[in-house]
């Protein structure tokens, strides 16, 4: 039995993902029988998973957590991002069988800062946080022309690891963020909670923030960020960003970021109705 119009995200938990919403929102939208699942995996069930999905002719999947690396590890080929970082977030099959990593978290982010008015040629940028999507953001703002990236992150060991990802970043304090133009939190502080990953006393009106965590979509730390003058772009928009790239490499179409976004914005209003 073949698939050719399903697409699906493997995770655990993915009960709460807003990507089949955004994506089947996007399919219906360029009038394309397409669907797209979500699909809760355990690690030990992944690669049997990837294969199945493969083997039954499916568009494309989308990776998430607890799975990024583990997919980076199985793929026979990745893009530059993927491969800088060691973490895979989409794969695409070929027509052979082989198995194409991409991880368009770092484009995606890239992509929201643009469309939010930010400049990323000769920026200098703060990343929080050392984790994959961290390493693909960093990875794609160096690609992208960066002039200097600083990595903050609790463990030191994982940003100078992570800091590895472009050869304009380093290891970075918060000091950093007084002179930067970009600060992008990749970390979870702040999902469903009223903590921000830095003092506010470190925020200014020079700087576009991005916040990764779109829940709550005005993060604490955006509001900060925007009390101290600063541009922000909440998580959302680098979710949708993403997942655009994603159904290029699939479906070699570029859907409209904005219905992705409208279907995302009534999920999370049915959700908390």
Not at 6 to 13: E, F, H, K, R
Not at 53 to 69: N, V
Not at 202 to 227: I, K, M, N
């Amino acid at each position: 039995m073949k698939l050719k119009t399903i697409a699906a995200v493997l995770g655990s938990p993915v009960t709460q993902s807003l990507s089949p919403a955004i994506h089947n929102a996007a399919f219906a939208r360029m009038s394309k029988p397409w669907r797209y699942v979500a699909i809760d995996v355990d690690a030990q069930y992944f690669e049997e998973e990837v294969f199945a999905a493969r083997d039954a002719g499916m568009l494309g999947l989308s990776i998430t957590m607890p799975h990024k690396d583990a997919a980076f590890a199985l793929v026979q080929n990745y893009d530059e991002i993927a491969q800088r970082s060691g973490s895979v977030n989409t794969i695409v099959f070929g027509d052979t069988g082989a198995l194409r990593g991409a991880n368009t978290d770092g484009d995606g982010c890239c992509d929201a800062l643009v469309r939010g008015g930010a400049s990323i040629e000769g920026s200098r940028a703060v990343v929080l946080g050392a984790g994959g999507t961290a390493r693909a953001v960093i990875a794609a703002l160096g690609l992208r022309g960066a002039a200097d990236i600083a990595v903050i992150n609790r463990t030191q060991s994982r940003a100078s690891e992570a800091s590895e990802c472009a050869d304009v970043a380093r290891v970075g304090t918060e000091k950093d963020i007084a002179d930067a133009t970009l600060l992008v939190n990749t970390t979870s502080v702040g999902m469903g909670t009223n903590e921000s990953p830095v003092s506010a006393t470190f925020l200014h009106r020079a700087l576009t923030v991005l916040d990764a965590v779109y829940h709550p979509l005005e993060t604490a730390f955006l509001a900060q960020a925007r009390q101290a003058g600063a541009r922000t772009i909440d998580g959302l928009w680098m979710l949708i960003c993403q997942a655009v790239r994603q159904e290029e490499l699939w479906c070699g179409m570029t859907p409209d970021p904005q219905v992705m976004r409208d279907a995302a914005l009534a999920t999370l209003a049915q959700r908390t109705s």
